[in-house]
């Protein structure tokens, strides 16, 4: 059964930095694209940033780039996202998301449960 | 960057029939995924590639792409049904994924 548990979340102020994890298990987590997705408290989804299975490309939404790092530990099943120079409007439950796999990436076939990310002071 | 526009809701009567669009420039030549997210919960991919059911998904739930506007439509609404949806592309022009608006579905 696939499994993804994402943790890491927590209060941070602005400005602040925050690293988030995805635990992946019950399938070959070297295989697959993934992704981190957000959603602000009320409102819709908002794809955040794409990883290949090996690593080597990564793409992001504008909204974050240059401030947030995705990167992966295929020896450890592991995703991360890297959040720095964090604002009011990162607020969201933060998805970790399973990529259909041969790093075609368009769609994400598995989700996590979320790991809810305050920004405030 | 690419927008996605869903009707914000959309009711309907048990055992009728459900439609909820994306519309997109010239969605018809991208592929469109579904998600559906019930309160509380992760969103569940329902239809992949305009029409595409993965398993565990109810034949009821069906998906077409054409021009400027796909859709999913719902058969033989249930009251479990009840839930967001949200359509999603891949904008190759740009290599970010992209969510549609999100319409709610209510059963009546």
């Known amino acids: 059964e696939v499994q993804l548990v994402e943790s890491g979340g927590g209060l941070v102020q602005p400005g602040g930095s925050l690293r988030l994890s995805c635990a992946a298990s019950?399938?070959?987590?070297?295989?697959?694209?993934m992704n981190w997705v957000r959603q602000a408290p009320g409102k819709g989804l908002e794809w955040v940033s794409y990883?290949?299975?090996?690593?080597?490309?990564?793409y992001y939404a504008d909204s974050v780039k240059g401030r947030f790092t995705i990167s992966r530990d295929n020896a450890k099943n592991s995703l991360y996202l890297q959040m720095n120079s964090l604002r009011a409007e990162d607020t969201a439950v933060y998805y970790c998301a399973r990529g259909p796999g041969r790093d075609i990436g368009d769609y994400f076939d598995y989700w996590g449960q979320g790991t809810l990310v305050t920004v405030s002071s | 960057s690419y927008v996605l526009t869903q009707p914000p809701s959309v009711s309907v009567a048990p055992g009728k029939t459900a439609r909820i669009t994306c519309g997109g420039n010239n969605i018809g030549s991208k592929s469109v995924h579904w998600y559906q997210q019930k309160p509380g919960q992760a969103p569940v991919l329902v239809i992949y590639?305009?029409?595409d059911r993965p398993s565990g998904i109810p034949e009821r739930f069906s998906g077409s792409n054409s021009g400027n506007t796909a859709t999913l439509t719902i058969s033989r609404v249930e009251a479990g049904d009840e839930a967001d949806y949200y359509c999603?592309?891949?904008?190759?022009?740009?290599?970010?994924?992209?969510f549609g608006t999100g319409t709610k579905v209510t059963v009546l």
């Open positions: 019950g399938f070959t987590f070297s295989s697959y694209e």
């Open positions: 590639y305009d029409s």
């Open positions: 990883i290949s299975s090996s690593g080597s490309t990564i």
């Open positions: 999603q592309v891949w904008d190759s022009s740009s290599d970010h994924r992209v």
